[in-house]
């Protein structure tokens, strides 16, 4: 990965927690890593536990930020969350995975983006 997408993605990152935080979510952790992934961001939003997949992309030419979130990746982003509950045992009322997609400066938050099934 080059230095100029490592960057991309840190603002993108700090741009998805400034627009969480401002929606009133309480960010629990951010970039937690294991052997299965990375999550981008950890969240509460009320009771609920949110895992929060951010994409960006520095212009629609391929697709813009929603474009770069594949099935793939939202596999490994369901597998990853399985070993967040595992090692941190968080208490939550129910959880939800989220997307946030940013092209150049536009942010797009979609809420309950993708289900799974445990």
């Known amino acids: 990965m080059t230095r100029e ?3 991309r ?3 993108g ?3 998805a927690e400034r627009a969480l ?3 009133g ?3 629990v952790e951010r970039n937690f890593r294991c052997k299965a992934g990375e999550l981008d961001l950890v969240a509460f939003d009320q009771g609920t536990l949110v895992f929060v997949e951010v994409r960006s992309r ?3 030419r391929f697709g813009g ?3 770069a979130v594949s099935p793939a990746k939202l596999r490994q982003v369901a597998r990853v969350a399985a070993v967040y509950l595992a090692a941190r045992r968080p208490t939550f009322t129910t959880c939800r ?3 946030i997609a940013i092209t150049g400066d536009e942010l797009v938050h979609i809420r309950d983006a993708f289900r799974i099934t445990w």
């Open 58 to 60: 520095r212009d629609a």
């Open 65 to 67: 930020g929603l474009a």
């Open 5 to 7: 997408r490592q960057e």
């Open 21 to 23: 935080r401002d929606a």
């Open 13 to 15: 990152e700090a741009a």
């Open 97 to 99: 995975f989220d997307v």
């Open 9 to 11: 993605g840190a603002r």
């Open 25 to 27: 979510f309480r960010i």
